[in-house]
């Protein structure tokens, strides 16, 4: 060729080249500078479905409640090595696992000298003795490690008097005794579990003068009236006759020397004769066959109808025994109770799954726990396209952490727990729970160290100490890192008792979760026959209609049952607490039979509560799907406007039970109406651009604040100082309420005490105040919901 | 050309071409998908420090200060339309602007019946009376809206009695009259400003049985000790004999009626009668020229030394007249004080500047105020590198949010602000800070409105209302947004007097703004000769050896004197407060000398304070930049290690003067040295982290996590349970402080309460309760400055 030609040809190879480049550069978008963002990876999801085994959490169960684990026991510290070992195995551990260990405040009865119940004669002697312990009926009940049954936290002391029947110990049973002229002071009062709080039995009586108190459970409140050996456990679900219920009579949560400080050894401690929210006087639980004893052979008057149980008898009211039954009619009742407060070490452990840090985790560098900042490590992402077969690009080109697109959120947490300490074996109460996390996290960690799956947010999986104690070993880890848990924390999940029973699906949790657990219930298959969801089957046990969705399932209000509490009501992080329950329609059990007793084994749980551990596969997937959605979606799944519902349904009660009252008083609910109205309309139009944005391609910076503007908004509901008398509880809508009226605690609580006083009292100022704090917390709640940069 | 040729040549130019796509595709990096990301814009920053005008600020202060301007006054409603009319100037303008409203408990003197302070003679009849008002020496003092000199709150009432002098009515002061044998009962007590708060001399006076108070200004604490006519204002800037400070004499901050509640019409308020914090007797500030016909006639013994002013006489403490003075000496001073409390309705002016939400911000599209997520507005910015020249490429492929690494946050808030009310004129108090106000927001709102720039982060221009009575607007505007403000904000910068004297700088602030502040002064010349920064002028005047840094200006801790206190102790945020001041080697006055009085005008600051006005314009440069540097820069320019040497400082403090003393009551600082060592270890580590990401090409996402660590760990200090007594003060390192030891103020507090009483006192535990919560704080602080993903 000529080498003009030569030189032709290459200028135009050249400018082909050339213009190739440019089109290459500027005409096609740079694919794996802009993968589309993945959001919920569905197939990782449908594999820890999958995954998560109803075999594996049986073994789990069977090991953890081999062996009775109260706070703080041996056993209890060996649980804490085996979670610190499943957490931190390699093939299946989480990034990382530790014990933290707090000094708290326990109460055990003495072991040299037991609690005793005895009925002593009119001569002084000894004429019948309560049983100790509870009947030995599957060789399970008889070990050393079998606490004696006792009211944690209630006083020793040896009181003797004559015994009154006082009902479930309400102010208004007491009353009632009262009013039938009955001298109080002095006695014993027997009294049946539920109705009130275990502790506000003892200090309702003690206002009587009422010596000391005996608590039972009655075979009409557990046992749906049966109460012989051949119907209750091993025969049935059913409480045998010598069960008792042991239990925590403090009134507050958290450990009782450390109140907002975290119970490390340093921290001050209230001296104990300041601490308050113990039993004034000595308190002992008995089983029904004891109760039977005591309550047959009663004196007195008739006992009203709602009073009476199924202990075979008609319940009189005493004081004193009858002549003609087995006791000396002026035979008392001695309860010599010998609690004892000591100072004792429990553990909390933590496993965290670190969020991604960056767009080329995960992968077999990226697995193990390293610095955050650790540039160096760049793998590439099994979901990036890859880039076309020929020619090869320079590798590094194939990632850029400078111009990707990162939904990377390893500082927000989804925090997932259940307490490890049991009263006895536990299996129910909490292993059932603790099963689930342990099968939850092996799964979860398989993916991890497998090198498939690394959330995008980090999840934190607890195992808390103490809690039958009173929700001790959250508590503490709430005081500990109060400003890090509340500033980063996404939502808090509780399994405690997994399973009570077969039938449903029980969710407790604040409005912004409902969506969240609908769309993961929805997915799944319910255990047993037909081919219902989850979220099918449970419509049909709990439900509810709503303005906005129609019937949907309804969630319960979270109280302070479990460890949810301190999370929900002291720091306002949304929560939820998940479990599988009953048909009512089959049983009134106040719970599940053998709670807090000796009977609650695996036995009990695989014969029981559920053969095959169907109900347990389907918590732990209804749980798995919840933490990934809550920690892999790029929009967090809460939905705020829900609470909307019941904002409108809080202000609809008000207004329809205390609106006429109020008026009389010259208060106004207008503000209060205003200001859910703009709560609407501003989570209306916060969910309106949600949806808009998610039809786009979004940016993760626009992401994450629409994100905080939803994980922040229950903090909004938070104030300190509202309620100062009621510790812990800051949040001002779901703080104790006393009245019957479903709306603003602060406010229902103000017009119960005001209602009796005069307009213009302290009583109703503080009605008032109580109306401004929760219209100043949704004027402030709707404030934050509005356009970031908005005035 | 055959077509094999012509095919081959196809072909090659068809793989050539393919070739170059590939190339261009993958082999060169695609800048317009990842510029560098513009981080504070120096261009910008010189821009605004050369557009800040002296004149323009002088002219500001002229039109702020022609009328006196007491908050909620007409001409105080005038002032907050001319702030909104500036703000929402097309061409200057903010992006949006507006007022809100709070109906506050403001307190006047009656118009009708003025407050008089008289002398009476034995036979009851006014002998003398003292002035009314301050003379007219300028022609400004005489106007129909110059309030009458009075102190706020102080309640009504006729008092009289003997009058005694009692220093500077500090506890100590009444004492040493007690001590002298003077009876107090009755006694009308005659005190200066200084040493104590206003309201403080009433309250310890009220104690001792005094029926009303007297304040005046020393000439020795004002003047320099001179007080003649020809050598004050406005022959000189000293204050003239008859001038008389105002004040407030409200011992809290914030509206009287709401604590803790926004003034919203619908707020509950407490009754009048439960109100606490008020003076408690009948007050009345005076001019120096009455205080010396009343002191210098005083009978008794001489007082103290330390007690003598600049009079001209020899001071006495009374009680009552001598005999050979100018009045008969059983006369008696009659105050009598006719103020009342008043509902009024009081403003904030909020302006703002949105921060860029999307990457093409900003230009003539975006110029307006419209939804966050209006995705239709993309617009080239300028600082993004331009494509090459040709071929043209695609539009919509130089820009695209989804690829851009973005640091945009629009709903971080840098929030800057003063008080708009004056006593009368307030020329200096607060007009100063406000002609600054004004000027920032004119620069900065031109740039805008031209689309030259818009910040990265948010800008909030506040002009606070009713700061005189106490902070008033402040404190309610951030308890209606409480929590958006807590989530959300950067820092709060405030300049309320801008100007107290020519010499240098002077900043209070917490210490993670100690290096933005460095770093905008020394950027910036100092007004006056030579050619020093204003950073190497401050040296000069405030300076101490950091540990760290060597010799550095020394910033001032944050009170509660302006409307910054309600941002740092009750919200904890990060603050400052930024004046121009004294050479105190010239001047002992304990503030300007006209402060509060009617001869606080333009011409006195013209004149006298800053001819020129190039101190206003040093600190506008100065809040300027920092403002700047605090909206725009990626990483949040507030260093979080320099709190290091604060605690060091407080720990050394509390262990020389209070370890021994803790010691023998069993209290070891053993736990806060180890709380101590954790913040400094974690806070260097973060710092560190820092480092090396800004040499590398940042992470958005990284970088927000980061910041968020920066902007929060201030709120990590509050505790609003640590000082329950100490209304909104909920920082446990800057709440009040009584001791002389500078140290944590809660240890501080309780050990001075503890001192006299025996180990195992309430006492005593309270100091270990208060040592607890500051151990709790600094754990707390030190784990959210660790790795986010860490345990």
Redesign the interface.
Known sequence: MQWTKVLG?GL??AA???????????????KA??PAPQDLDLEILETVMEQLDAHRIRENLRELSREPHLASSPRDEDLVQLLLQRWKDPESGLD?A?ASTYEVLLSFPSQEQPNVVDIVGPTGGIIHSCHRTEENVTGEQGGPDVVQPYAAYAPSGTPQGLLVYANRGAEEDFKELQTQGIKLEGTIALTRYGGVGRGAKAVNAAKHGIAGVLVYTDPADINDGLSSPDETFPNSWYLPPSGVERGSYYEYFGDPLTP???A?P???R??LANVSGFPPIPTQPIGFQDARDLLCNLNGTLAPATWQGALGCHYRLGPGFRADGDFPADSQVNVSVYNRLELRNSSNV?G?I??A??PGEPSSCCLHPR???C?GCRCPHPALPL??PS?A??AH?SL????????????RYVLYGNHRDSWVHGAVDPSSGTAILLELSRVLGTLLKKGTWRPRR?I?FASWGAEEFGLIGSTEFT??????LQ??TVAYINVDISVFANATLRVQGTPPVQSVVFSATKEIRSPGPGDLSIYDNWIRYFNRSSPVYGLVPSLGSLGAGSDYAPFIHFLGISSMDIAYTYDRSKTSARIYPTYHTAFDTFDYVDKFLDPGFSSHQAVARTAGSVILRLSDSFFLPLKVSDYSETLRSFLQAAQQDLGALLEQHSI?L??LVTAVEKFEAEAAALGQ?IS??QK??P????V??LN??LM?LE??FLN??AF?EERYYSHVLWAPRTGSVVTFPGLSNACSRARDTASGSEAW?EV??Q???V??AL???A??LR?????
């Open positions: 040809l135009g190879a082909l080249l050339g213009l190739g480049i440019i089109l290459g550069h500027f005409a096609i978008p740079k500078n802009s990382s530790e907002y400080l975290p490390v340093s921290s001050f209230v001296d933590l965290i670190r969020g840090v960056e610095p955050l900042l540039s880039p076309p020619p690009p320079p080109l850029s952490s400078g111009s990707l697109p990162l939904f990377l959120w390893p500082d980090s934190v005081e500990e890192f109060f400003n890090k500033e980063r106004s207008g503000p651009r808009t944005l786009g391609s940016d993760p910076l626009q994450r604040m905080d503007q922040l903090r909004t300190p100082r100062p100022a008032q105040r109306l401004s704090i219209v100043t004027e402030g709640a404030a934050t356009p970031v940069a908005d005035l």
